[in-house]
């Protein structure tokens, strides 16, 4: 059994975008620079947007924090978002997810320029994304491709099944496991909470990729052997026994799977840090892209 090293491979992609940095700094021209809006004080988000920018400071690219009030109205965050848009000086930008109630958060993707969508939510990018076109790929599926190509693992051919069909994580990846290509050429089942069954199919899958949100959901008994696994969840569980009062735990119960697979990614350390790694990467993209235009 192999561990999909997350935290490694995130830690070589940042050290391959901080040397492309250099050379932009040697050569006189302009750094990436990503700007993040948080919008009221959810603490997992700020954690979020802290380790994002914090990573832009590794990696040597310029950051924007901007942050809003929870009372942020929707006119006033939309005024913010075409500022950012006009800005040349700023490459991408991210609006931190979820926003407050009265905040319309699909008015709010449909405002960001396409070409500044490092997050790769826009119609436009998702568009071109299902079209084979060159488009930003949302981070959590870009670095969940990244680490099955440099790990080499085999999808052409293999039945890939999707738990989970959110707009950034699951349904983008049902998508792109399909593409023509590698990672790619798989058969894809795409199921939900609606689908009956689950283990007839998962124990059927050579690759199963969770994105729920339910600890421990995957169990040994519903994979065959020598399946790949990649964990996306993220889930606070509570633990007296840390001394934040909680631990982190993804959608496999990793004790048990672990034993039948071929590569499994863990939870920290999988496709958490690869996700950040990503959003750098897309945002090393838009820069290059302003500078060809
Ligand atoms: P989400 O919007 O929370 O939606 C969850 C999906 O799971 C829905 O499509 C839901 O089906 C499906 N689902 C729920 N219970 C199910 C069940 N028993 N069987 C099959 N499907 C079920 O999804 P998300 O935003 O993608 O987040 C999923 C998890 O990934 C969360 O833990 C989140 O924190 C984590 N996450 C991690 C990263 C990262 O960087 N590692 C990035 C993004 C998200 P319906 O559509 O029918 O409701």
Do not use: W
Request: aromatic fraction near 4%; charge should be neutral.
């Amino acid at each position: 059994m192999t561990i999909l090293d997350g935290k490694k491979i995130s830690n070589e992609i940042k050290n391959e975008i901080a040397g492309e940095v250099q050379k932009m700094k040697d050569r006189g021209e302009k750094v990436p620079h990503l700007a993040a809006i948080i919008v009221g004080n959810d603490g997992a988000s700020e954690t979020y947007v802290a380790s994002k920018v914090k990573a832009c400071e590794r990696v040597g690219f310029e950051s924007t924090l901007v942050k809003m009030s929870s009372t942020t109205s929707e006119t006033e965050l939309l005024n913010k978002i075409k500022e950012l848009n006009e800005n040349p000086d700023i490459d991408g930008f991210i609006v931190q997810l979820p926003l407050p109630p009265q905040i319309d958060t699909q008015k709010v993707l449909l405002t960001v320029n396409p070409d500044k969508d490092v997050d790769g939510f826009h119609p436009t990018n998702f568009g071109k994304m299902a079209l084979d076109m060159s488009s930003f790929i949302p981070a959590t599926p870009f670095g969940i491709l990244e680490l099955l190509e440099r790990y080499k693992v085999e999808t052409q051919g293999k039945h890939t099944v999707v738990i989970g069909r959110s707009h950034i994580v699951g349904r983008p990846m049902s998508i792109l496991m399909g593409r023509k290509g590698f990672p790619g050429n798989s058969t894809v089942t795409l199921t939900h909470s609606y689908t009956k069954n689950i283990t007839q199919i998962t124990s059927q899958a050579d690759i199963i990729i969770t994105a729920l949100g339910n600890p421990g959901f995957l169990k040994a008994e519903m994979v065959k052997e020598g399946v790949v696994i990649i964990d996306v969840g993220i889930t606070r569980v509570t633990d007296e026994n840390t001394e934040k009062g909680y631990r982190i735990s993804g959608d496999v119960d990793f004790e048990n799977v672990s034993k039948k697979a071929s590569f499994i990614t863990p939870v920290p350390g999988g496709v958490g840090p690869m996700t950040i790694a990503m959003l750098l990467k897309n945002t090393l993209l838009a820069r290059e892209n302003h500078r060809l235009e």
